[in-house]
């Protein structure tokens, strides 16, 4: 090869050893593959991206609106008043004592997360299931991730005698424990009982948790409990607007800190400087109204929990009746459905793992579903996530004006302002069988 001919070979590139591999989130692939294959003219029941499938309350709305001029970059830690209607909402819901000075506001608590890790020296560790996104940043930082596999027969859930299990094998490891609750992917959730038995291990082992309630409004009685009542010193809350505000696309995430872990939020805050600057002005500022709550945020809480709760428990319903277990929700809009019990029937087909199982099943029906793999599960684990969020948000909150409010919503209700999900789950069942 002669000079020239080396001149213009292609440079080496070198990416990230950390990087190197990885891949867009799974609940962001599913949802941009459904919408490919809806262009295609194909049937799709996208049951696999994890959005809230109402509106954004009109009072919230009306604030955006009024605020629309505001341009000025605002404070890092995010606009003042702000970080007081986060403090006093939790100080409202969760008893917990905090100040605006312990809140920190950001475009997505994802990026919060992904800042708490940088800054934060010591382990990661991630009870299983979890959201698809908590492990690969922590990789892409560079952290020791450490996984604690929870069973079906705690709910999914991780138990005080799983992680005192986990933390005496090194007591003055420092960690930082995630816990996500109503959970993505299960839709379980705690009882006071075992927060406060997990919150007496973290005390004793000095633990950091990160308490993700991003759905703590959307639990489906209204009974919602942080583990920061039992653990104030040690855990930072997680929360946001997408989820039970409806407003995903909106990107506003806050962490609210112990004071004693205010050090933390300050490093955060120096790291936020440097890259994302601060969070939108306009989205701020109509977030103020949507933490400060009232009669109308209430109402369309209720209404939203109302739907969620009745859809959830007739697709478990289905889905159990057909042999394919899977756990009434209790929170958020997820079912973990475990196909454990048709294995030698899938097997049949070609079907050993459950990201085969996802795409087999999306081929065959279009339900769009993703494998509990995707979810730190065992790849043979024949477990997955399905979101039942395939449906018109509006048009059913409406609809719920002329139900009784003394009875429950009828599969009839479901059927017809619904339709997606339940076609999706009658789907699914009769391809199981």
Partial sequence: MNDSSQSQAAPSVQINLNIRGLKPSPTVAINERSNELLAQGREVYKLGLGQSPFPVPESVVAELRANA???????????????????????????????????????????????????????VVIPTPAWVSYAPQAKIIGRNVEFLHTEAANRWLLTAEQLERHCAEDPDR????????????????????????????????????LSDEIYGELHHTGKHVSIARYYPNGTILSSGLSKWCGAGGWRLGTFTFPRKLNWLLDAMAAVASETYTSTSAPIQYAAVRAFKGGPDLERYLWRSRRI??????????????????????????????????????LAQRGIRTSTQLCE???????????????????????????????????RCLSALEQQPEDKPLDHTFLEQYCPNVTRAIDRLCAWAK
């Fill in 69 to 123: 001029h505001q341009k000025d970059y605002l404070p890092v830690k995010g606009l003042r008043a702000l970080r007081d209607s986060v403090a006093e909402y939790h100080r409202r819901l969760h008893s917990v004592a905090t100040t605006g000075d312990d809140v920190l506001i950001a475009p997505g608590s994802k990026e919060l997360m992904f800042l708490l890790m940088l800054v934060y020296y010591g382990d």
């Fill in 174 to 209: 420092p960690r930082v424990v995630v816990m996500n609750y109503p959970s993505n992917p299960t839709g379980g959730t705690y009882q006071p009982a075992q927060l406060e038995q997990i919150a007496e291990v973290a005390r004793r082992y000095k633990l950091v948790i």
């Fill in 308 to 345: 969620l709760a009745a859809l959830g428990n007739w697709c478990a319903q289905r889905l159990n009746e057909t042999g394919i277990a899977t756990l009434a929700p209790e929170g958020a809009f997820y079912l973990f459905p475990d196909f454990e019990k048709m294995r030698p029937a």
């Fill in 360 to 394: 087999k099943l999306l081929q065959d029906t279009g339900v769009a579903i993703l494998p509990g793999f995707a979810f730190g599960r065992a790849a043979s684990e024949l477990t997955a996530r399905l979101a039942y969020v395939d449906f018109d948000g509006s």
